[in-house]
Nanobody, 115 residues
């Protein structure tokens, strides 16, 4: 079992920055991807950024490339968000996946960007 807890969300003006942290605990040996998704009201949850825990490869959604940076150390995953836009307003969820099991999700942290 893996437990994920997000922190760092909040209210920020357009153009501002936030740093999200995902603290993972439990058995992480089989986790091979971690990352961030977001979900705005009335919309589907969509991938923001992913990082491979073994190879370090990174993938970004087109709408955040160049503005967001994902990083990882030990069991923590971070999302540095810069030049935030009102359309980035969402609940951000930490995500982890291991072989042969359903994905793990955190409880989410709200990010609100005012114009």
């Amino acid at each position: 079992q893996v437990q994920l807890v997000e922190s760092g969300g909040g209210l920020v003006q357009a153009g501002g920055s936030l740093r999200l942290t995902c603290s993972a605990s439990g058995s992480m040996d089989s986790v091979y991807f971690m990352g961030w998704y977001h979900q705005a009201p009335g919309k589907e949850r969509e991938m923001v950024a992913l990082i491979s825990t073994r190879l370090g490869t990174i993938e970004y959604a087109d709408f955040v490339r160049g503005r967001f940076t994902i990083s990882r150390d030990n069991a923590n995953v971070y999302l540095e968000m810069h030049n935030l836009k009102p359309e980035d307003t969402s609940v951000y969820y930490c995500y982890a996946v291991e072989v042969g099991r359903p994905a793990y999700w955190g409880q989410g942290t709200q990010v609100t960007v005012s114009s």
